[in-house]
C-alpha cells in the first residue's frame, strides 16, 4: 500500500510558550525526503517540522511518521 507524506513547518518559542503551524509541504518521493525537510526548515526558519504519513493522497487520516528539529532556527527571544 502506497504511503504519501506531508511535512508541516512550526515556529517555537518556549519563552512566549507557543506552537505555530507555518507551511505544509507534500514530499516528493522522488527526491531525498531529509534534504527536501532541511530546505523547508531553511526557507519558513522553522525549528521543528512534523512528518505525517497518510495511506491516502487527500491526507484525510494523518499519523505522524516523524520529527526533525533544527537548533539553528530555534528562538533567540530571550538572549540579551
Do not use: G
Not at 60 to 71: A, G, M, Q, R, V
Amino acid at each position: 500500500m502506497k504511503k504519501y507524506y506531508l511535512a508541516v513547518t512550526y515556529d517555537v518559542c518556549e519563552h512566549e510558550d507557543f506552537c505555530i503551524d507555518m507551511n505544509q509541504y507534500r514530499m516528493d518521493d522522488s527526491k531525498d525526503h531529509d534534504e527536501q525537510i532541511r530546505q523547508w526548515a531553511k526557507t519558513d526558519v522553522a525549528p521543528l517540522v512534523k512528518v505525517y504519513e497518510s495511506y491516502t493522497s487527500d491526507f484525510k487520516d494523518l499519523i505522524l511518521h516523524k520529527e526533525y528539529t533544527f537548533s539553528e532556527y530555534e528562538c533567540s527571544c530571550n538572549e540579551s
